[in-house]
């Protein structure tokens, strides 16, 4: 099973190689997907994806983008108790510090804003905004949403030095939310 900007921009190629793409955001679609095999239903209803069968691809609808308020509802993304971790050697194990430092150092990686108004040749957003104009909308979770998040993995993993933010366009998000909010971050 594939996800990412990958099946989402290129969906035929992908399927050629992959059982199973993820042709849209994730987050719900997986957990519909999940929702499916765990009751003996037919996954390949699942919509978001697309499915390399023996009789063809079979292609399913994308569910709606996430809202700003779905958004606040996401589990943080890692790195939480109970989390596991596969091992080419040993299979799948209970994430550790090490593990943590291993993967990611210092940095704790996070999503806060997805989307972005600008079409620019060079970036996967334009591509998306062909599929879904929808896509040039900035969503992000709220503010008190991202701070809680890493406040509770620095709590638990208290190595954290720095915080990576993988978004499609943080400085418009900040920007956004800085003029709500003049404390933004600043309470510890």
Known sequence: MWGGVHPIIYPEDAIEHADAVCT???????ESFLGLIKNNQNYCT??????????????????????KEEMD??????YQDGEL???CDRGFTSLHTDDFLEFTGL????VWSIGCPLKCTFCGNSKFIEYDNAYRNLRHSSPRTVIDEIKRAVSKHPHISTVAFHDDSFLLCLTRCCRNSANFGRKK
């Open 107 to 110: 940095s704790y990686n996070t």
């Open 24 to 30: 849209g955001e994730g987050e719900f679609a997986f």
């Open 73 to 78: 509802l996401l589990p943080p993304l890692m």
């Open 46 to 67: 699942a919509p978001g994806f697309w499915f390399r069968t023996d009789t063809g691809v079979i292609k399913n609808t994308n569910l709606p983008l996430m809202s």
């Open 85 to 87: 971790i596969y091992h």
